[in-house]
């Protein structure tokens, strides 16, 4: 069973920047594309980003496209969600999920998940 830890949330004022990273406590990920989800208060699960198992593809939202940076480290097994130029409007809770095959976009196709970590952001 692959459980995925997040790590990294936390306060920040708008304009401001945070790193969140997953990482499994259990068997390697590496061979699983990662995806970074949010959900907000009232609000659905919301795709941010995906990349696939080996790195070389990337996919983004469109509302933080230039702005978020997925990245993954096969040999730590964590994947990073480097989140710049923060708005109000990314508040949520985000979480971390694996695939076992592609690298899709939509919540359903995930195989597990994190607990999700906590991004507040000040206006």
């Known amino acids: 069973q692959v459980q995925l830890v997040e790590s990294g949330g936390g306060f920040v004022q708008a304009g401001g920047s945070l790193r969140l990273s997953c990482g499994p406590s259990?068997?390697?990920?590496?061979?699983?594309?990662m995806g970074w989800f949010r959900q907000a208060p009232g609000k659905e699960r919301e795709f941010v980003a995906a990349i696939s198992w080996g790195g070389a593809s990337t996919y983004y939202a469109d509302s933080v496209k230039g702005r978020f940076t997925i990245s993954r480290d096969n040999a730590k097994n964590t994947v990073y969600l480097q989140m710049n130029s923060l708005k109000p409007e990314d508040t949520a809770v985000y979480y971390c999920?694996?695939?076992?095959?592609?690298?899709?976009?939509?919540?359903?196709?995930?195989?597990?998940w994190g607990q999700g970590t906590q991004v507040t952001v000040s206006s």
């Open positions: 259990g068997r390697t990920f590496s061979r699983y594309a």
């Open positions: 999920a694996a695939a076992v095959s592609g690298t899709p976009r939509y919540p359903g196709a995930y195989d597990y």
